[in-house]
């Protein structure tokens, strides 16, 4: 069967596309690719195919924006229809599994926590309804912690700093008679030979 293509006219066509989401990308590329196959497209993967779309998944699992990045519009229309579809297949199926293994794990915990709601260790028994009661869906045992903030002017802060520094040093506790040292009076940048390295500079 022939497909007639009718072409919009007075379209601007931009020199690049915007980057996008390989999901998304495949998710197009398959779609296109279905409507062709009802014009007799062919798209029945060989071997190529299925290790084409294995590696995109992979990659996109790995690093997703950079793997999106990477397949270019001019990339991904070199692989073909039957990878495309394949490939959107895969990043389909990846995404729900993790939602549904995430459910799965969700319902097993809280079905664990309920039957030991009947053991018979009052201990278990207590902590299981505790566990259950946090439970985001019941929210009886939500922690919940309040910060409270208190503005105060710049004035205000200097004052409390300026007593605080008060009450740290008291006039009682400094020396009350001047303590004279006998001895030879040193001069520190000689000792340290300071002095010649300053008049090199």
Do not use: C, W
Request: aromatic share 2%; net charge negative.
């Amino acid at each position: 069967m022939t497909i007639t293509a009718e072409p919009e006219m007075g379209v601007e066509l931009k020199p690049s596309l915007p980057e996008m989401d390989l999901k998304a990308r495949a998710k197009a590329s398959k779609n296109t690719a279905e409507e062709l196959s009802k014009h007799g497209l062919d798209l029945n993967p060989d071997a190529e195919d299925k290790d084409v779309a294995a590696k995109l998944a992979l990659a996109y699992a790995e690093n997703p924006d950079s793997t999106s990045k990477k397949a270019t519009t001019n990339k991904m229309a070199a692989l073909t229809p039957a990878s495309l579809v394949l490939t959107d297949n895969i990043l389909k199926e990846f995404g729900q599994s993790v939602v549904k293994s995430a459910v799965h794990v969700r319902h097993l915990v809280t079905n664990k926590l309920l039957l030991e709601t009947e053991n018979p260790d009052p201990k278990v028994r207590i902590r299981a309804l505790e566990l259950l009661g946090k439970i985001s869906d019941v929210g009886l045992f939500a922690e919940k912690s309040e910060v409270t903030i208190t503005h105060q002017s710049t004035d205000d802060l200097r004052k409390k700093l300026k007593q605080k520094l008060e009450n740290l040093v008291k006039v009682e506790d400094l020396p009350q008679e001047t303590v004279v040292i006998d001895g030879e009076s040193l001069n520190v940048d000689e000792e340290l030979g300071l002095k010649d390295e300053q008049t090199d500079l």
